[in-house]
C-alpha cells in the first residue's frame, strides 16, 4: 500500500528539494533529451537526412523515429500503470492538509514540464523545422526536423497532459474526482494536445499535395496555432490549484483554533 | 470616521480594504513566494512557445529574412499576429494581480524564445547570419500596451487606442535595426537594396525566384505611401487580433477555473 508520512516527515511539502523536486528532476529530463535529440540531427541531418531512400537514413533516422515512439510507449505505460495502482491503494484514505499541499506541488511539477515540453515543441523545433524545410527538398514525411519535432515532443505534451489529469484524479479527489465530472482546465489542455498531433496529420497530408514549404505562414499551417491558444487551459488548473490551496489554509487554521483554545483551558 | 470622510471613502470600500488588509496579514502555512515564483517561471514557458508559434505560422515568414521585412505585408501580419497572446496575458494578470504587465511579461519571453530559435536552429544548425535572420522586438510595444491598460483601465479603451499604437511602434521600433539593410547597393547592374543582396547570396532552395519581394520591398515603394496605409490597415488588424487574445484569456485560459464537463 502507497503512504505519504515518509514524504510528510522528510521537510515541508513546499521546501525546493522536497515537492518540488518532482519540476526540477522532469525538466532536467526533459532538456537532457532535447539536448540529445538536437545534437543528433546537428550531426546528421546534412549528413544522413537528406535522402531517405539511404541505408544510413534507415538505420539513424527511423530508428531514431521507432526508438521514440517505442520510449514513449514505454514510459506512458509504466507511468500511468504507477499512478492508477498506487492511486486506487490510496483511495478513500484521508488526506492530511500537509499532503494536500505536497500533492499540489507535484502536480505543479508536472504541468511545469509540460509547459516546458509545449514551449520546446511550438518554438524550439518550428524554428529549425521552418530553417530546414525552405532550404532542404523533402522526400518523406519523417525528415530529421519532424522527427524529433512531431513524434516525441508532440506526444510527449500530450502524455505529460493526459498524466497530471490522472495524476489529479487519483490523488486531489477535492479537485479533480471523477464524480465531479471532467474539468475543462484539462480538457482545453489535453486538447491542445491532441489537435496539434492531428494537425501533423493533415500537415503531412497537405505537403504530399504541396511538397514545397515556399510560405511557412501557409493556411494548412494555421492550425498548428490552435495548440498555443487552448494550452491556455493550463492557466485555469494553476488557478483551480491555487484557490484550493487557500481552501487547504483554511480548513487547516479552522482544525488548529479550536485544538489551541482546548490546550489553552477553554478560554 | 474623519479619515474616511477626508478621503471620500465609503463604508463598502473600507469594509472591502480591510478584507484585502486581512488576507495580505494573514498567516499561511504552506503559501509563500515559491508559488510565484514557480508560476512566473513555469508559465514563460508556454507563453513563449504559444506567442512564438503564433508569430510564426501567421507571420514568421516577414520575420524570418530582412529581405522579407517589406512595407506592404510585414505591418499587416506582424501586427496581427504578435498582439493576439500579449492580449491575452494582459486578461489573465489584470484579473489575477491587477498588474499591467501582461503584454509586456509576453512580449520578454517571445523575445526570449525567438533569440533562441534563430541563434540555435536558424544560425548554428542552418549557418544563415544573424544579420539576415534576426528577429523582430515588441518589448517597447508592450510596455506602452501595459501602461494604456493602466491608465484606461478599460480593454476597450486599450484595444482601440492600443491595437494603431501597437501596429506604429512594433514597425517604428524595429525600423531601427532594419534600416541600415535598406540601404541602396549596385548588385549586377540592378540598384537593390541591402537585404535585396543577402536574399539573393543565402540560398533559399525551397523558396522560388517568383517568391523574392524585390519590387515590393524595394526603395521605390518604402518610403512611399504603401507604408502608410499598411500601417494603418495593420492598426485595424491589431485591434481584431487583440481582441482574440481577449477571447483567449477570458474563456480558455479564467472561465474555466472551477469549471466541469458533466457526465451522466
Redesign the interface.
Known amino acids: 500500500m502507497a503512504t505519504y508520512g515518509a514524504q510528510v516527515d522528510a521537510g515541508r511539502p513546499t521546501d525546493w528539494w522536497g515537492g518540488w523536486k518532482t519540476l526540477f528532476v522532469s525538466c532536467a529530463v526533459l532538456l537532457a533529451c532535447n539536448l540529445f535529440l538536437w545534437v543528433f540531427d546537428y550531426k546528421y541531418a546534412l549528413l544522413i537526412g537528406l535522402d531517405s531512400s539511404t541505408h544510413a537514413f534507415t538505420t539513424h533516422y527511423r530508428a531514431l523515429f521507432w526508438g521514440e515512439l517505442i520510449s514513449l510507449g514505454l514510459f506512458a505505460g509504466i507511468w500511468y500503470g504507477w499512478i492508477m495502482r498506487t492511486g486506487r491503494a490510496l483511495a478513500g484514505q484521508p488526506i492530511p492538509p500537509a499532503e494536500e499541499v505536497r500533492r499540489i506541488v507535484v502536480l505543479w511539477g508536472i504541468i511545469g514540464a509540460t509547459s516546458l515540453s509545449l514551449y520546446i515543441e511550438a518554438s524550439f523545433w518550428p524554428n529549425w523545422d521552418g530553417a530546414w524545410h525552405q532550404t532542404m527538398v523533402r522526400d518523406t514525411a519523417l525528415t530529421p526536423t519532424h522527427i524529433p519535432m512531431f513524434y516525441f515532443f508532440f506526444p510527449l505534451s500530450i502524455i505529460l497532459a493526459i498524466g497530471a489529469y490522472l495524476y489529479g484524479q487519483y490523488r486531489l479527489p477535492v479537485l479533480y474526482s471523477i464524480k465531479k465530472g471532467f474539468p475543462w482546465s484539462f480538457f482545453l489542455l489535453i486538447m491542445a494536445a491532441v489537435l496539434e498531433f492531428m494537425q501533423v496529420a493533415f500537415n503531412e497530408w497537405g505537403h504530399s499535395l504541396w511538397l514545397s514549404e515556399e510560405f511557412f505562414s501557409v493556411p494548412f499551417h494555421w492550425p498548428f496555432v490552435a495548440y498555443g491558444w487552448l494550452a491556455s487551459g493550463m492557466f485555469a488548473v494553476w488557478g483551480e490549484t491555487i484557490i484550493r490551496l487557500y481552501g487547504i489554509e483554511n480548513e487547516a487554521r479552522t482544525v488548529e483554533i479550536p485544538a489551541q483554545t482546548a490546550a489553552a483551558g477553554g478560554r | 470616521m474623519a479619515a474616511a470622510a477626508t478621503t471620500g471613502m465609503t463604508a463598502a470600500e473600507r469594509q472591502k480594504r480591510l478584507e484585502l488588509r486581512d488576507l495580505l496579514d494573514?498567516k499561511?502555512?504552506?503559501?509563500?513566494r515559491?508559488?510565484d515564483a514557480?508560476?512566473w517561471i513555469?508559465?514563460a514557458?508556454?507563453v513563449?512557445?504559444?506567442?512564438?508559434?503564433?508569430k510564426?505560422?501567421?507571420?514568421?515568414?516577414?520575420d524570418?529574412w530582412t529581405d522579407w521585412k517589406d512595407p506592404q505585408w510585414w505591418p499587416v501580419?506582424t501586427a496581427f499576429a504578435t498582439i493576439i497572446?500579449p492580449s491575452?496575458l494582459q486578461w489573465?494578470q489584470w484579473v489575477?494581480w491587477r498588474f499591467p504587465t501582461g503584454a509586456t511579461y509576453t512580449c520578454v519571453c517571445l523575445f526570449l524564445?525567438?533569440w533562441?530559435?534563430?541563434f540555435?536552429?536558424?544560425h548554428?544548425?542552418?549557418g544563415?547570419p544573424l544579420c539576415f535572420?534576426w528577429p523582430i522586438s515588441t518589448v517597447p510595444a508592450a510596455i506602452i500596451l501595459d501602461w494604456l491598460l493602466m491608465k484606461t483601465r478599460s480593454f476597450v479603451l486599450t484595444s482601440l487606442i492600443g491595437g494603431p499604437i501597437w501596429a506604429i511602434l512594433v514597425w517604428g521600433f524595429n525600423y531601427i535595426p532594419l534600416a541600415p539593410y535598406l540601404q541602396p547597393a549596385v548588385f549586377m547592374h540592378h540598384v537593390l537594396t541591402v537585404s535585396d543582396v543577402q536574399g539573393i547570396a543565402y540560398?533559399?532552395?525551397?523558396?522560388?525566384e517568383y517568391?523574392r519581394h524585390i519590387e515590393r520591398g524595394a526603395l521605390r515603394s518604402f518610403l512611399g505611401e504603401t507604408q502608410y496605409v499598411s500601417l494603418v490597415f495593420g492598426g485595424s488588424l491589431a485591434v481584431v487580433g487583440y481582441w482574440i487574445g481577449q477571447l483567449?484569456?477570458r474563456y480558455?485560459?479564467?472561465?474555466?477555473?472551477?469549471?466541469?464537463?458533466?457526465?451522466y
Do not use: C, H, N
Open positions: 494573514a499561511y502555512q504552506w503559501i509563500d515559491t508559488w514557480v508560476f513555469t508559465a514557458f508556454v513563449g512557445g504559444a506567442a512564438d508559434i503564433t510564426l505560422l501567421f507571420a514568421g515568414d516577414w524570418f501580419v497572446i491575452a489573465i489575477a524564445a525567438s533562441v530559435g534563430r540555435f536552429q536558424w548554428i544548425a542552418e544563415y535572420v540560398i533559399r532552395s525551397q523558396t522560388p517568391m483567449i484569456g480558455l485560459a479564467v472561465k474555466p477555473i472551477g469549471k466541469y464537463i458533466k457526465t
